[in-house]
């Protein structure tokens, strides 16, 4: 079947402006996570959907960072004012359940630019 | 919270050697730990995981890795590596929850 895909696959966009970046799961996947991961490090947490809700958004940064998922399937991160910071690759996750046990699967991320 | 150490940031062995990537993690409890591995251009695919019983567990791709409670690691091990084994290799340790941290991961060439 299908993986995890995202769209689009490279984002470049200057300074100040707001990008949208999107998470397609795979069906029947009620786990959702984004996640950030920068030259060199290892991929950070950023937050996590149970279903429509977001049950943990701890690793959102600061408030310039939203996401959501309203009808529990497909997934928008939503980066307002970008910074040079921001840029990294944006990855997206999805499990069959949420918690350890399950297999995260991973999508091939979103690669952002700011200029 | 939860930590992981990667001591290696690049390894480089030869084809038909073996493979040994170092991981040590920090968390009070018995951890969930995994080993994924990150091709160019590709998402992250999960070699192997532990969660508890046979501290030895076995993964795709002939790898496996060992969990030593006793010095806090889960080192990945291949007795034989291809050329289509290299790729940027990644620890994680996850709590139970959804909380899952990574370490900075360890990128493996293989000399032909």
């Known amino acids: 079947g299908a993986g995890v895909s995202q769209t689009p696959s490279n984002k470049v966009t200057e300074k100040g402006k707001y990008v949208e970046l999107r998470c397609d799961p795979i069906?029947?996947?009620?786990?959702l996570y984004w996640y950030r991961q920068s030259l060199g490090q290892g991929p950070e947490f950023l937050i996590y959907?149970?279903?429509?809700?977001?049950?943990?958004d701890s690793g959102l940064p600061n408030d310039r960072f939203f996401a959501v998922r309203p009808e529990g399937s497909v997934s928008t991160l939503k980066i307002q004012r970008t910074e040079r910071g921001d840029s990294a690759v944006y990855l997206c996750?999805?499990?069959?359940?949420?918690?350890?046990?399950?297999?995260?699967?991973f999508g091939p991320g979103t690669r952002l630019t700011v200029t | 919270a939860q930590s992981v150490t990667q001591p290696d940031i690049h390894i480089t062995v030869s084809e038909g050697a073996s493979l040994e990537l170092r991981c040590n993690y920090s968390y009070g409890a018995t951890p969930y730990l995994f080993w994924y591995v990150q091709s160019p251009g590709q998402g992250l695919q999960l070699l192997l995981k532990?969660?508890?019983?046979?501290?030895l567990v076995q993964g795709i791709k002939g790898f496996e890795a060992e969990f030593k409670r006793s010095q806090s690691s889960f080192n990945l091990r291949k007795p034989s590596v291809h050329w289509s084994d290299a790729a940027e290799y990644f620890c994680?340790?996850?709590?139970?929850?959804?909380?899952?941290?990574f370490g900075a991961g360890t990128r493996l060439t293989v000399k032909p």
């Open positions: 959907f149970q279903g429509t809700g977001a049950a943990d």
């Open positions: 532990y969660f508890s019983g046979d501290t």
């Open positions: 996750a999805s499990s069959f359940s949420p918690g350890n046990s399950y297999e995260q699967y």
């Open positions: 069906s029947g996947h009620t786990a």
């Open positions: 994680a340790v996850g709590a139970g929850n959804n909380d899952m941290r």
